[in-house]
């Protein structure tokens, strides 16, 4: 059936839509892009975070699973997760899949918080950074080192304020690498159905008991809206473990075009209230 119907695909299966999208960060650039050739370095990005105006960051990742509608949950963690001010990174389909619906543009800030915003509008950057295909995970945990280097949010990936998320994971190489993660001391959700599920023992391992050794744990949470819920509460923690200020994304109210256009309204009415006098 599909030999036979291949000659109607391009007429009817392929879409006509284009979407643009900006690619290519990877740690180096990342570093660039925040300071430039002289002075790159992640110290804004930090700074960002201790400051409030990041809440954190976090990695969304993996492939696509024909259990649940395509693209569906990437779209709705990413969504949330840049509404609320957290900086996305992402890598293989997850990516693509989120480039589809425009968000890997710096146009897209526009759906993200004001904090994440303004810094996207300074920095000319999409809120969602894709960093490589699925094979390209380790330059996540690279950006989370080099962070810890830079100084100020603790002493280990674990005390990050940050978490990654695989929603549609379909193999056992995603498995494997949410594994690593977690032993990295990230906070790892893997979207479906649990593989463990059978075992009590592995799975308690997996969360507390990796928790306690190494810092970040697995968890496998099929609902979307659960799991954006319980990252950001895990965000908030770290970030009062740290001893950072509570987030307030009132505190960074508007974005740049914002505020230069209540400076620019304020201007002309005090023009206008002069003329008015003289008049």
Not at 8 to 33: C, L, W
Not at 105 to 120: D, W
Not at 251 to 269: C, E, T
Request: charged share 20%; with cysteine.
């Amino acid at each position: 059936m599909g030999i036979d119907n291949f000659q109607n695909r391009k007429k009817t299966h392929i879409p006509k839509d284009v979407e643009q999208m900006v690619v290519g960060f990877s740690h180096e650039y990342i570093n660039y892009a925040l300071g430039g050739m002289f002075r790159g370095s992640f110290r804004p990005l930090n700074d960002a975070v201790a400051s409030g105006r990041l809440r954190g960051a976090a990695g969304v990742v993996g492939c696509n699973n024909t259990n649940t509608c395509q693209d569906e949950s990437h779209l709705y963690t990413v969504r949330e997760l840049i509404k609320n001010d957290v900086l996305v990174v992402m890598t293989g389909c997850g990516a693509l899949a989120c480039a589809k619906y425009g968000l890997l543009t710096p146009e897209a800030a526009k759906y993200a918080g004001p904090g994440l915003r303004e810094i996207c509008e300074t920095v000319g950057i999409p809120p969602v950074l894709h960093m490589g295909s699925c094979v390209d995970n380790t330059r996540v945990l690279t950006v989370l080192s080099q962070m810890v280097s830079e100084g100020g949010l603790g002493n280990d990936i674990s005390d990050l304020p940050g978490a990654g998320f695989a929603p549609e994971w379909m193999s056992e190489k995603a498995i494997s690498i949410g594994c690593y993660f977690a032993g990295s001391g990230v906070y790892t959700i893997m979207g479906g159905r649990s593989p463990i599920a059978g075992s009590k023992n592995v799975t308690e391992f997996l969360s507390a008991g990796l928790e306690q050794r190494l810092g970040g744990k697995l968890e496998f949470l099929p609902d979307p809206e659960e799991a954006v819920a319980k990252a950001l509460k895990h965000i908030d923690k770290k970030r009062a473990a740290l001893g950072l200020p509570e987030y307030d994304a009132k505190r960074f109210g508007q974005s740049g075009d914002a505020v230069m256009m209540q400076v620019l309204a304020k201007r002309d009415d005090e023009v206008l209230n002069v003329y008015s006098s003289k008049v």
